[in-house]
């Protein structure tokens, strides 16, 4: 029972402080403070960073039963930005992405652990290339709270996560260009159902 109660306290301050509600919330992505970054090793060279500039999803919050909570993301292919012309046209060709064919790639969350106090995996699967494999992201609760200049109630996270591309059927260039990509995301999302804090 001990050990219930404890894990029930880590779950309650890894989501948000105050009050518990019936009701999973759902939260949205401030685009603007939002951002979808990988990092690959460029030949030795380097760890190449792009990122994703167009998405859309949710993130639902259930305060009182952790596991129920979920992500669900659509990310629109065409939008990578490598900071190069060229290097981003090759990304949406046949070799990469192939963007014409695979518009869009999708995470969806199927579970959630604690593992700290501010800390929980999202389990999930990530479809690429209209290839779907089991993911996990590392994510880190930093901060939820109502927001100074909005007034609405916001909840911010870091995530992490490793994937090999070979395992998607993006294998281009490997080993020069390494198969194992690592994600990262910044991400503030805004609660719906509230214009501040109750």
Not at 49 to 65: N, T, V
């Amino acid at each position: 029972m001990k050990k219930l109660l404890m894990t029930a306290a880590v779950a309650g301050s890894f989501l948000l402080p105050a009050q518990a509600h019936a009701e999973a919330e759902k939260y949205t992505f401030d685009k603007a403070h939002t951002q979808i970054l990988f990092f690959v090793n460029h030949l030795g060279f380097s760890m190449s960073q792009g990122e994703f500039l167009d998405y859309d999803g949710h993130i639902m919050i259930d305060r009182e039963e952790l596991a129920n909570s979920a992500v669900d993301v659509t990310i629109q292919t065409a939008s990578i930005d490598m900071d190069d012309e060229k290097w981003d046209a090759h990304m949406k060709n046949e070799d990469f992405f192939n963007v014409e064919k695979f518009p869009t790639m999708t995470f969806k969350s199927t579970d959630v652990e604690v593992t700290g106090e501010n800390t929980a995996n999202v389990n999930g699967e990530l479809t690429i290339l209209d290839v779907t494999k089991p993911v996990t992201l590392e994510v880190t609760h930093n901060k939820s709270d109502v927001h100074p200049y909005s007034g609405k109630f916001v909840a911010g996270f870091s995530g992490t996560a490793t994937i090999k591309r070979s395992d998607f059927g993006m294998t281009y260039g490997v080993p020069g260009v390494a198969d194992e990509v690592q994600i990262r995301l910044e991400v503030e999302s805004i609660r719906e159902d509230a214009e501040s804090a109750e």
